[in-house]
């Protein structure tokens, strides 16, 4: 009978120091920023990264050291969304990761910045995604920041769980939604799953909320109300409605940050709003002290 071969490569026990290394580091580098806070929606279609991305300029522009770690490993979108597609994320000296810059200062951290080509496919299982994003936090040389948006795929699964486990401080979430209300009854979801996870929810943001002609009528082409709905339903604040304009569509498409490119837009200055509610309540600079932890 033959005898069995050697094992070779990492043992179980390596491995486990190894990970427990990476959260020590995570630990260590979340420390330095102040507020972390998961993008969810339950939902794809919302304009979640977009909202993510023009989120990080709007605290930006406010003056706030501002990153996004862009957590959609399948569907990574946020280089395109802030200008940086084709850009390739760089090592330092001591082998961690050097974040891209966009526009106003602001930091990202994405796999369609490792990619070949932006139609390469991720084709990874879920223990995969977890070591990828947990490598990523650990070996990102983040610096101090005010705030860090994990932008993250439609859903409750792999990726928005792994967040939830290893980013031990996480400051809570912002659910995004559009006013129809088939996105309401998903989205409920990603606020059961923060709930469930006793991830406080900082609140609900709606997207494409209406369309304003040059006459000041305005359309509600996808429905009326829901982000409002959702926040009187689950006790949670509604932080702002972002109106639609033709031209996101078309920065998006070109790659180039709507916020920056269109600053006196309504949309713009709806996210400078939504910006300030923000900053209200998680620095606990208004009448609100923190975010909502209401069951």
């Given at each position: 009978m033959a005898s069995r071969p050697p094992r070779t490569g990492i043992t179980r026990e390596q491995i486990?120091?190894?990970?427990?290394?990476?959260?020590?580091?995570?630990?260590?580098?979340m420390s330095k920023i102040k507020y972390k806070?998961?993008?969810?929606?339950?939902?794809?279609?919302?304009?979640?990264?977009?909202?993510?991305?023009?989120?990080?300029?709007?605290?930006?522009?406010?003056?706030?050291k501002v990153a996004i770690l862009d957590a959609d490993i399948h569907g990574p979108s946020i280089p395109k969304m802030t200008g940086l597609q084709g850009y390739t994320l760089m090592a330092s000296p001591e082998g961690e990761i050097l974040p891209a810059?966009?526009?106003?200062?602001?930091?990202?951290v994405s796999i369609g910045l490792m990619l070949a080509e932006a139609a390469t496919p991720v084709i990874w299982r879920g223990p995969l995604k977890a070591s990828a994003l947990r490598e990523l936090l650990a070996y990102t040389a983040w610096g101090e920041l005010d705030y860090l948006l994990i932008d993250l795929p439609p859903g409750t699964g792999d990726e928005q769980l792994s967040i939830a486990q290893l980013i031990p401080d996480l400051t809570g979430a912002i659910i995004v939604t559009i006013p129809s209300d088939v996105s309401r009854i998903v989205v409920l979801k990603a606020v059961t799953f923060a709930k469930k996870l006793n991830i406080p929810i900082i609140g609900i943001i709606e997207n494409m909320s209406y369309f304003e002609c040059p006459d000041g009528s305005r359309h509600y082409i996808f429905g009326k109300g829901a982000g409002r709905r959702i926040a009187e339903e689950t006790g949670l604040r509604f932080l702002g409605e972002i109106p639609i304009d033709p031209r996101i569509s078309e920065a998006n498409d070109k790659g180039e940050p709507f916020f920056i490119k269109y600053p006196d837009?309504?949309?713009?200055?709806?996210?400078?709003?939504?910006?300030?509610?923000v900053i209200e309540i998680v620095e606990g600079g208004g009448e609100e002290k923190g975010p909502s932890t209401e069951k």
């Amino acid at each position: 009978m033959a005898s069995r071969p050697p094992r070779t490569g990492i043992t179980r026990e390596q491995i486990f120091k190894q990970i427990m290394e990476q959260q020590r580091k995570i630990k260590e580098k979340m420390s330095k920023i102040k507020y972390k806070i998961m993008i969810l929606s339950g939902k794809g279609g919302v304009g979640k990264s977009f909202v993510t991305a023009s989120l990080a300029f709007a605290l930006a522009k406010k003056g706030r050291k501002v990153a996004i770690l862009d957590a959609d490993i399948h569907g990574p979108s946020i280089p395109k969304m802030t200008g940086l597609q084709g850009y390739t994320l760089m090592a330092s000296p001591e082998g961690e990761i050097l974040p891209a810059t966009a526009e106003l200062g602001v930091k990202v951290v994405s796999i369609g910045l490792m990619l070949a080509e932006a139609a390469t496919p991720v084709i990874w299982r879920g223990p995969l995604k977890a070591s990828a994003l947990r490598e990523l936090l650990a070996y990102t040389a983040w610096g101090e920041l005010d705030y860090l948006l994990i932008d993250l795929p439609p859903g409750t699964g792999d990726e928005q769980l792994s967040i939830a486990q290893l980013i031990p401080d996480l400051t809570g979430a912002i659910i995004v939604t559009i006013p129809s209300d088939v996105s309401r009854i998903v989205v409920l979801k990603a606020v059961t799953f923060a709930k469930k996870l006793n991830i406080p929810i900082i609140g609900i943001i709606e997207n494409m909320s209406y369309f304003e002609c040059p006459d000041g009528s305005r359309h509600y082409i996808f429905g009326k109300g829901a982000g409002r709905r959702i926040a009187e339903e689950t006790g949670l604040r509604f932080l702002g409605e972002i109106p639609i304009d033709p031209r996101i569509s078309e920065a998006n498409d070109k790659g180039e940050p709507f916020f920056i490119k269109y600053p006196d837009s309504k949309a713009a200055k709806a996210f400078l709003a939504v910006a300030d509610r923000v900053i209200e309540i998680v620095e606990g600079g208004g009448e609100e002290k923190g975010p909502s932890t209401e069951k």
